[in-house]
């Protein structure tokens, strides 16, 4: 990886971490690769559909597919971020246009790996799969989101 391409990972890796919604949820950015474009990510414990049983709540699910739908757009270049200066930080132009979730097993698990890989990307639009599992590498969901990139 080249350093500019890097640096810009590095930045959007610290945008991440410092979204109010992301923090809510406790998702954070523990590590990716940039060739393969795949994210872990990891989710607070205070989001449980079913707090007995530990089974996470399909909004949640929900948001963590579409954040990493939309993190592989950003890494990939798909959307571009505005500039942006030290009291006003760039911003990602774009947003979901539709997603599809399909849920498969109950989402159990302590830790939730998401991963994605992007279907297509247009001048305007792209298209991303992405799906979620728990430490031991259950699929609990995935989704298919079309997003609007330009």
Same mark, same amino acid.
């Given at each position: ?6 640096? &810009? ?5 610290? =945008?991440?971490?410092?979204? #109010? ?6 998702? $954070? ?44 757009? &950003?890494?990939? /270049? ?6 942006? @200066? =030290?009291? $006003?930080? #760039?911003? =990602? ?6 997603? *599809? !979730? ?13 991963? /994605? $890989? !992007?279907? *297509?990307?247009?001048?305007?639009? /792209?298209?991303?799969? @992405? ?9 609990? &969901? ?9």
């Amino acid at each position: 990886m080249n350093q500019e391409k890097g640096a &810009a990972l590095k930045t959007l890796c610290q =945008l991440f971490s410092e979204l #109010p919604f992301h923090r809510m949820l406790g998702l $954070n950015l523990d590590s990716f690769d940039a060739e393969t474009v795949v994210s872990v990510s990891t989710c607070g414990m205070n989001w449980w559909a079913i707090p007995h049983f530990k089974i996470l709540h399909g909004g949640v699910i929900a948001s963590i597919l579409d954040t990493e739908a939309a993190f592989i757009l &950003a890494v990939d /270049g798909a959307w571009h971020a505005e500039s942006g @200066s =030290l009291h $006003n930080p #760039p911003v =990602l132009k774009g947003g979901t246009i539709d997603m *599809r !979730i399909d849920y498969l097993v109950p989402g159990k698990g302590t830790h939730f790996i998401a991963s /994605g $890989n !992007i279907l *297509r990307v247009g001048n305007k639009i /792209g298209v991303v799969r @992405s799906e979620l599992r728990n430490e031991l590498n259950e699929l609990i &969901a995935v989704g298919t989101g079309t997003f609007l990139v330009g």
